[in-house]
RNA sequence: UCCUCAGUAGCUCAAUGGCAGAGCACUCGGCUGUUAACCGAGGGGUUACUGGUUCGAGUCCAGUCUGGGGAGCCA
């Protein structure tokens, strides 16, 4: 039975070569009207983002009654001809000549005809991805997904599965889950009263990572270009429409690389990850366009074609500070910028995707490179209008005397990244790397505006139920 | 975590401190080409929770919980 099936998306492909002729479908009910003698069935199969129409009539079906009777949300499986459409709006639809109901969906099916709200279908993320938005959404995700490995591949990238659990405190992005088999209500204690993680699973105190960034590394200095795409995760109480507990990120790792070379990489990717959704996912982008963000394909085309810009930290605090602008955050050298300037920048100034290079090394991680005036490093963040910081990244510091400096400033504990420093101390090399989120990419380019509707099931702060 | 707004039927929302309502959904009936079908009827409520003020609270007050928006942290 199942090599017989036809997809919905195939259909639409070549639609001439299968009028007239029998047609096997299998998929969901979205919405059935019913009259005394005939009725229609709007089918989706999951396979494309368009439904298919189905008509029954009483004289064909000899369970005309039953169907009619179908809820939205049954699975049934469809044997018809494929005929052109009378109505105006589908160009086919099949004429059923049998019908088997597969799994009813009783009256009390939570998902309506009409349009729902994003927080109401989070309370049932089971069900959401068969709403139009949330089935553009996912496909896309995974189009997007595969995009970036193309491009990465097409490169040469060696791609590298770094690992979830860590055993160390030193990937220095922010709080970190700890994963244990100790029986939290009979926790084994050392001499000291604390908790002895000796006796734990590792035989050390473990985590989930943060980031890749520092295991990529290595492979960087042996492979020269690599990325990694996976699960990271942080323990922050972050309750923004930005913030994940649990998210996707991809971090390329270039050796023999400089500042310059990670943008020009970040700028190819962003480029390359955007035509290809749009040359492959034409209809999903159309409707986002038409329901999500009317100005999105506007914005998304003149990214293709434009060039980033580039502003240092120096520069961009200039810029601000005679913008003019009421800040609700003072604007001054060494202080981080905040989201309402980012989208100062990058809105009102370049109206376009900015990198911001250079800044204070006070406010940026231990392992970034120290630039030649001793006060700044060679960082860059590219902020985007409507998302703002999309992708984090920097030119690694490779020299092993300035890398202790900066360990031993910052009070971190030299001994925890023995390994990190042998990269230096065996062949080091200049590299390079950036860290893009993938769902705030997703959002990027769907106009979704919250990170809790681009996650099949999102793990925020108090929110794991799915 | 902070600021702010909200929580009433399955969903989206009304209701001056004074009878708990509508549209959609659902159930039943009607309808020979529908398009978020249409027409008729019906069922459906611990007004998030706990306490308080009041003759009387969905409405006012306090606390808690949940959600939205913004901020911090970041990707």
Known sequence: MREDLLTIKEIYKDPGAFYGKEVRLAGWIRNIRDSKVFGFIDLNDGSCFSNLQVVFEADKLDNFEQIAKLGVGSAILVKGILTESPGAKQPFEVKAESIAVEGVSPSDYPLQKKRHSFEFLRTIAHLRPRTNTFSAVFRLRSILAYAIHKFFQERDFVYVHTPIITGSDCEGAGEMFRVTTLDLNALPLDDQGKVDF??????CDTK?????????EAYALAFRNVYTFGPTFRAENSNTARHASEFWMIEPEMAFADLADDMKLAEDMMKYIISYVLEHAPAEMEFFNSFIDKELLERLNNIVSSEFAHVTYTEAVKLLEKSGEAFNYPVKWGM?????????????????????????????????????????VAAMDLLVPGVGEIIGGSQREERLDYLDARIEELG????????????????????????????????????????RDVIPFPRTPRSAEF
Request: proline share 2%; no cysteine; hydrophobic share 35%.
């Open 336 to 376: 981080d910028l905040q989201t309402e300037h980012e989208r100062y920048i990058t809105e009102k100034v370049f109206k376009k995707p900015v990198f911001v290079t250079d800044y204070p090394k006070e406010i940026k991680a231990f392992y970034m490179r120290l630039n030649d005036d001793g006060k700044t």
């Open 412 to 451: 971190l504990n030299k001994e925890e990244y023995w390994w990190y420093r042998e990269l230096r101390k065996f062949g080091g090399t200049r590299h390079a790397g950036f860290g893009l989120g993938f769902e705030r990419a997703i959002m990027y380019m769907t106009g979704m505006s919250n990170i």
């Open 198 to 203: 000796s006796e734990d699973f590792f035989g």
């Open 208 to 216: 989930l990572t943060v980031s890749g960034q520092l295991s990529a």
